[in-house]
């Protein structure tokens, strides 16, 4: 039997713990491989964001799906990391897969790109600044572009493009911090988007913190998201492969990753608490 633990209470450091109770007042939240996430939609996500934006509480919204959570079984440092986020969206497929099949059932599959989406257009409803930081240079301002088209009274606190050297990070944060946004979202991949977050969340004091991964490229218009057929049937990442085979080598750890949950369904996989 292997056996492998997890992180999931009081060993983060620099980080605030959680716990499987405080997460249940509002939503219910499971363990996937040993990594939190959490069975929520979209009109929870957006309630969640209302509220902390309302109270001025600072929550760091992080997407899961297989491959972020097939790293952490391998880099502990990762893991730790990530544990130090607030709400994990079931981004994937083959997390609502590996649900059903623990008898941990999610709600609905909440992807970044679309939360980041419903976020933006609560955002021009509710009058909250958007700072988007990310991509390559030109992009982040393109998406601001089309934003305000679709959104009218959206407001952009300002754009800043993720190709900055580590001794021009305190400047970006202070540009950020100056701008004053309500909502913070970073697209520079993972896990450099999640350092950049949890190294300065503090600092910036941004009520809400998203990685949104290359979601800025495809609501520019630079990558071609998958028809809504395929998205709708869980399909999308064959349209990925297809655009980009050079994904060939990330897709590969989708089945590594369903027969760790073949074997915890079976019990020859066991997480425990530190």
């Known amino acids: 039997m292997l056996l492998l633990r997890s992180t999931r209470c009081g060993i983060i450091v620099s980080c605030m713990p959680f716990t499987l109770r405080e997460s249940c007042e509002w939503m ?15 009109g929870d996500a957006v309630k969640k964001v209302r509220e902390s934006i309302g109270a001025r509480k600072s929550i760091w919204i992080l997407a899961i799906n297989p491959e972020k959570i097939m790293k952490t079984l391998k880099d502990r440092k990762l893991k730790e990391l990530l544990l130090c986020a607030d709400l994990f969206i079931p981004d994937g497929v083959g997390i609502l897969l590996a649900g059903k099949i623990l008898g941990k ?4 599959r909440v992807t970044g790109v679309d939360l ?12 909250w600044r958007i700072y988007l930081l990310g991509a390559e240079p030109g992009v982040a ?3 601001a572009q089309k934003l305000e088209e679709s959104y009218p009274g959206l407001e952009i606190a300002g754009t800043r493009d993720g190709y900055f050297k580590q001794e021009e990070e305190k400047a970006v944060v202070a ?3 100056a701008s004053k946004p ?21 600092e910036l004091a941004v009520p809400v913190c998203m990685g949104v991964g290359g979601s800025f490229d495809v609501i520019s218009g630079k990558k071609k ?10 399909l999308e990442w064959s349209w990925r492969l297809v655009k980009e085979p050079t994904r060939i080598a990330r897709m590969s750890v989708l089945p ?16 425990e608490e530190e």
């Not at 219910?28 to 979209?42: C, F, N, Q, S, W």
């Not at 590594?256 to 997480?271: A, N, P």
């Open 105 to 108: 059932p999610f709600r609905q």
């Open 141 to 143: 301002e393109a998406v």
């Open 256 to 271: 590594k990753f369903m027969l760790l949950v073949l074997k915890e369904k079976f019990g020859l996989l066991k997480f």
């Open 182 to 202: 309500d909502l913070l979202f970073v697209g520079m991949g993972s896990p450099k988007q999640e350092e950049f977050i949890q190294t300065y969340r503090q």
């Open 116 to 127: 980041l989406m419903a976020l933006v257009a609560e955002a021009a409803q509710r009058k």
């Open 225 to 234: 998201r998958a028809p809504m057929i395929l998205q709708k049937l869980g």
């Open 175 to 177: 540009e950020i911090k």
């Open 28 to 42: 219910k939240r499971h363990e996937i491989l040993g990594t939190p996430v959490d069975a929520l939609t979209y």
